[in-house]
């Protein structure tokens, strides 16, 4: 028995590079257990018969026990199966009644081999299903466990669990990001394809946030912890994509109404093929050869090779409507601001008084806008970069108002800010700019006199207008934008992007509304942040959140989660939905054609059940090989 025990152990040992649980190393133990005693039992059985040919009651006890191992834990769950109506347990129900048929009639070695060479072939098949599991293996390795504390001038090693909410943690080169946070203080690059996608390196600095999960490359930089270890979106995504392994899809259900007929008529072929031939050994044959392993792959395996295919490009999907109702969907509805577009302002306009150049309004404008760190000033001065404000003036920000600068010899003044301030400081803010200015609006003014006015407005994202152009080429019969924003800025935003309908200025209930209303006749897809965008998301046939690795509520509200923000991603999540669909039908066809064949050459007498033991695996293997061309179509460009 010790021999046993650490031939169990050896093989844990081979199998540790692979990070198993301890409840996986535990069934795994179990297995080479039992197996080693059912192959002991069977050789001393055949080498006594071999010894002593004429007494058959020794290695008749042999095999029995060697039976009873094997046998007795497919027999528990046959007839859990059986009792519960639990139809993915069919296979142990023909295993059990061709076992117990070759025990009967007395053929007990093949009583042995049978359920031995069956859970052998299980094992391998389940360590090699397309490698979904190895995917959720390698994220949990880069959720890193430890973390330089930073206080009191003083750094400190601890545990990343322990982390609470604004401590201070230094991140070196070539370290892993244990928490979501942000940046106090440093540059750097961060490698965050593990959550986006993107194989480029994002530049950080001061004021930006990072994540868990990603790698510091070439800078150390001082962070701010945001959330908890276990808030962390990385292990939300670890999270909901274990989760997303049992998601059940509409065609396993097709599969659990086909086995309701499949296993009544293997019994009845069984039992033909033995009272027409009087041969047992084929109706053994019959039900070992049908055991349906190929038909209980035939939805999960694609659906395991589509999450490790999508968790790639960024895409987390977490609800069976991936392939339910997103092969259906005939509308599209989208958020405006951080969805089609950049959710950043951008100086768009500059409108100024008679005799007053633009470059003379922007150096004025900048001369205060460098002190700040406002959105509005962050956009001046990327728009207006090459410009370069006054010296010698004294800045101080008014909240909710503006920039107001003065000189030191207190001489000149600067007004940067909204028209209401500007008129407050008696300054006439001239009507003539009402019909030209869109999206948000600063008014400059120098010594009390209007120079004029600059306008910020958010941008459309370069992707927007070829996602939405392959939508409809997916079956989009209808593109809508829904926003909180005023109609003018939401139709100049969407006028060039095939968009079928603008509806603007409303609240989240009214999204609501506007979604009950289209799914009256269309089959919905919402995008949205998965914030001020929630209802919309959970009303929708389909819901695809934006953002997901700033926004728990994304995760939390949406059936599709994009952390990279690529538009690109939604086209590429339908035509994954097709692709997956198309290969579970092809699974299922294949899988019962294999089943039919190999039933029919075992009735004939061409498949021993013996044999059946490991042809029966090859409706599985080819159910296998078939899913696995999902992760190689030329569908999908990972680079994109």
């Known amino acids: 028995m010790e021999n046993i025990d650490n031939m169990a152990k050896n093989s844990l040992n081979a199998l540790s590079q692979e ?7 535990q069934k795994i133990k179990k297995q080479v257990i039992k197996a080693t005693i059912s192959i002991s039992c069977l050789v001393v059985g055949l080498l006594y ?20 191992i094997e046998g007795i834990p497919i027999f528990i769950v046959a007839v859990k199966g059986v009792l519960s109506k639990e139809l993915k347990n069919a296979m142990e129900m023909l295993v059990v009644i061709a076992i117990i048929a070759c025990y009967c009639t007395g053929q007990l070695v093949l009583s042995i081999l049978i359920p031995l060479i069956l859970n052998i072939a299980h094992f391998l098949e389940e360590r090699s299903i397309v490698g979904g599991r190895e995917v959720i293996d390698g994220l949990r390795k880069m959720n ?10 003083e750094e400190k090693e601890v545990s990343a669990q322990s982390l609470k909410k604004d401590q201070l943690i230094l991140i070196k080169p070539g370290a892993g990001i244990p928490i979501d946070g942000i940046v106090m203080q440093g540059k750097t690059n961060v490698d965050q394809k593990s959550l986006t996608g993107e194989p480029q390196p994002e530049p950080i600095s001061e004021g930006d946030p990072v994540y868990a999960g990603t790698v510091n490359i070439d800078g150390q930089i001082l962070v701010r912890v945001e959330k908890e270890y276990v808030d ?7 999270n909901v994509l274990e989760e997303a392994e049992n998601i059940s899809t509409p065609e396993s259900r097709l599969i659990d109404r086909f086995m309701k007929y499949y296993i009544p008529f293997v019994l009845v072929v069984a039992v033909a093929v033995a009272l027409f031939s009087s041969d047992i050994s084929k109706a053994i044959a019959i039900l070992v050869v049908s ?56 100086l768009t306009d500059v409108f100024v008084t008679e005799g007053v150049e633009k470059e003379e309004i922007l150096r004025i404008a900048m001369t205060v806008a460098e002190a700040s760190t406002h959105p509005i000033s962050r956009a001046l001065k990327k728009g207006a970069e090459s410009i370069k404000g006054m010296d010698e003036f004294e800045v101080k920000e008014i909240s909710g108002k503006g920039m107001q600068g003065s000189s ?3 001489k000149e003044t600067i007004f940067f800010g909204n028209k209401l301030w500007m008129e407050t400081n008696g300054i006439d803010v001239s009507d003539e700019f009402d019909e030209k200015i869109s999206g948000s609006v600063s008014y400059v003014a120098y010594n009390a006199t209007l120079l004029g006015c600059l306008c910020f407005n958010d941008t459309a994202r370069e992707d927007a207008k070829p996602c939405i152009g392959e939508l409809k080429e997916w079956g989009a019969k209808k593109v809508v934008v829904l926003t909180g924003d005023r109609e003018e800025s939401a139709k100049r935003i969407c006028q060039d992007m095939d968009i079928d309908e603008v509806k603007a200025q409303l609240l989240p209930f009214d999204k609501l509304e506007a979604i009950k209303e289209l799914k009256e006749s269309h089959i919905v897809l919402a995008v949205g942040d998965g914030i001020n965008d929630a209802l919309a998301l959970k009303e929708a046939d389909v819901g695809i959140a934006m953002g997901a690795m700033g926004s728990d509520l994304a995760i939390q509200s949406a059936d599709i989660a994009l952390m990279n923000n690529n538009l690109e991603n939604i086209p590429f999540s339908i035509k994954l939905a097709h692709q997956t669909k198309k290969i579970i039908y092809q699974n299922l066809a294949l899988s019962c054609l294999i089943s039919l064949a190999m039933i029919i050459f075992s009735a004939l007498g061409y498949i021993s ?27 999908w460009d990972l680079e994109s």
């Open 408 to 410: 030191f010899d207190g």
């Open 291 to 346: 055991c349906p392993c190929g038909q209980m792959l035939v939805s999960s395996a694609p659906m395991i090779a589509a999450l490790s295919l999508a968790i790639k490009r960024g895409v987390l999907i977490k609800n069976s409507k991936f392939i339910e109702e997103l092969t259906e969907v005939d509308a599209v509805v989208f958020d405006k601001t951080g969805t089609i577009t950049k959710g950043d302002l951008t």
């Open 19 to 25: 990070a198993l649980t301890e409840q996986e190393q």
């Open 49 to 68: 018969n071999l010894l002593f040919p004429n007494k058959t009651v020794v290695p008749a006890l042999f095999y029995t026990i060697g039976f009873l």
């Open 609 to 635: 059940a013996l044999a059946g033991t490991i042809l029966h695996n090859l409706g599985a293997f080819v159910v296998l090989i078939n899913s696995s061309r999902i992760l190689k179509t030329e569908l």
């Open 232 to 238: 962390t979106s990385f292990s939300k995504i670890l």
């Open 144 to 153: 890193h466990n430890t973390a330089i504390l930073y206080e009191n001038g």
